[in-house]
C-alpha cells in the first residue's frame, strides 16, 4: 500500500509526528490508492487527537475513498465513537449523517450492522427521522441491520 507518513503517523496515533508533519507542509488530503487520507484512516482507528489537528488543519471530512466511505462511516463501523462525536459535531455533521456508500448504506447503518451498539445508540440521538428511514441498495434500513 502507497501511504504517506502523515498517513502512517495518524494512523497509529501519533499526534506529535501528525502535528510536525502538517507544520511541514505535508499535504492533508493526499489520497493513496484505495481513495483514503490520512483523517479517514485517523478515524477509522480512533485517533482523536490525530483527526481534530487534521480537521483543524483542513482535512476533509467530507471526502469518501473508492467504496464512497467517509470518515464518519468508519468511525461509526468500527466503534469509534469519539471520532462519530467529533464528526458529528462539525458545521456539516447534518451532511455527513446522510451520505451513503455504494452500498447505499449511511453510517448508522454500518454502526448497526457491525454490532456497533453504543455508536447505534449516539446516533439515535443525532439522527433525523429521514435517515431512519433511508434504505440501503439491499432495501433495508438501518433498523433492520439493528434488530
Same mark, same amino acid.
Given at each position: 500500500?502507497? &501511504? $504517506?507518513? #502523515? +498517513? *502512517?503517523? @495518524?494512523?497509529? !496515533? ?5 502535528? %510536525? =508533519? /502538517? ?45 464512497? &466511505? $467517509?470518515? #464518519? +462511516? *468508519?468511525? @461509526?463501523?468500527? !466503534? ?5 462525536? %467529533? =464528526? /458529528? ?59
Amino acid at each position: 500500500d502507497k &501511504e $504517506t507518513s #502523515l +498517513m *502512517h503517523a @495518524s494512523s497509529q !496515533g501519533d499526534a506529535r509526528l501528525t502535528e %510536525l =508533519l /502538517l507544520d511541514a507542509g505535508c499535504h492533508v488530503n493526499f489520497v493513496n490508492e484505495h481513495g483514503d487520507t490520512a483523517l479517514l484512516l485517523a478515524a477509522r482507528n480512533g485517533h482523536t487527537d490525530c483527526l481534530s489537528l487534521l480537521v483543524e488543519r483542513n482535512g476533509n471530512p467530507s471526502h469518501a475513498n473508492h467504496q464512497e &466511505e $467517509t470518515a #464518519l +462511516m *468508519h468511525s @461509526s463501523k468500527y !466503534g469509534q465513537l469519539e471520532c462519530v462525536q %467529533l =464528526l /458529528l459535531g462539525l458545521s456539516n455533521g447534518d451532511e455527513l449523517i446522510r451520505q451513503k456508500n455504494k452500498s447505499g448504506a449511511t453510517s448508522i447503518h454500518l454502526a448497526a450492522d457491525n454490532g456497533q451498539e453504543h455508536v447505534v445508540l449516539f446516533l439515535c440521538k443525532r439522527v433525523p427521522l429521514d435517515v431512519f428511514l433511508m434504505r440501503a441498495n439491499s432495501g433495508k434500513s438501518c433498523l433492520h441491520y439493528a434488530a
